[in-house]
């Protein structure tokens, strides 16, 4: 099985002059429940080449099994500093597809054409598609066939206005995921602030926050199997 993983490209935290990206344990828990059961990866990104971290998602306090697994891990390392451009993927050639969050994708992915096509793509292929956190973001402007948001009628969670709140940052972010995934018409749920928990629609699959990435990796797998 082949899973393609999509990471931001953008650093820029709106306009505080503070650093954003990825977040690690976002990636690294999915990508070691994947590669343990022996999913290939690929990992891509709008620009190509090594995708920023969110430099606070690399401070002790936030460090797992899985984060530190993946900064000793050569080749996890390697695939990173080289992510293909997201322009180039055929999803013809992987099973799923699994966008780790950070804040970043609020303002690149979400409005990516190359990404909103690829999630238009595997929802017309019936396609699996995971997403975590932040991440669920980018379902603000895929739509179906008939026009109507991808999202409107389906089960989704994503990070809360809670969540966001807490770390102070619901008056810098373009959108509120909580908030659009229910503009856009899904029927948004979610559990205690900071709880791991995801949904399952069909072949779509999203999680809370980032204690919930590996949980929404198990649940493709599962799918997958």
């Known amino acids: 099985m082949k899973v393609l993983m ?3 490209s953008h650093d820029e935290l709106g306009d505080t002059g503070h650093k954003t990206g990825f977040w690690l344990e976002e990636l690294a828990a999915p990508y070691y429940a994947f590669i343990d059961k022996g999913v290939d990866i690929v990992l891509a990104s709008p620009k190509g080449g090594l995708p920023p971290l969110d430099p606070t998602s690399d401070k002790e ?3 797992t099994d ?3 697994r993946f900064t ?3 080749q996890a390392q ?3 500093a080289n992510t293909h451009k997201l322009a180039s993927i055929n999803l013809a050639e992987y099973d799923a597809v699994f966008y780790p969050g950070g804040h970043g994708p609020l303002w690149d992915l979400t409005n990516d054409k190359d990404s909103i096509a690829l999630i238009e793509a595997c929802y017309n292929t019936d396609k699996l598609l995971g997403l975590v956190c932040h991440a669920p973001g980018v379902l603000k402007y895929p739509k179906k066939a008939d026009g109507s948001p991808l999202v409107a009628g ?3 969670t994503g990070f809360t206005n809670g969540e966001e709140d807490a770390v102070q940052l619901t008056n ?3 959108f509120l995921v909580e908030d659009m995934l ?4 899904a029927t948004y749920t979610k559990a205690d602030d900071w709880h791991p928990y995801a949904v399952v629609d069909g072949k779509l699959v999203t999680g809370q926050n980032p204690a919930s990435s590996e949980l929404v990796a198990e649940k493709m797998l599962a799918l997958l199997s």
């Open 182 to 185: 229910q503009e856009n018409g």
């Open 172 to 174: 810098v972010v373009p």
């Open 72 to 74: 000793a891990d050569e």
């Open 66 to 68: 899985s984060t530190r």
């Open 6 to 8: 999509v990471l931001t």
């Open 78 to 80: 390697a695939l990173l």
């Open 61 to 63: 306090d936030f460090q």
């Open 154 to 156: 389906k089960n989704v």
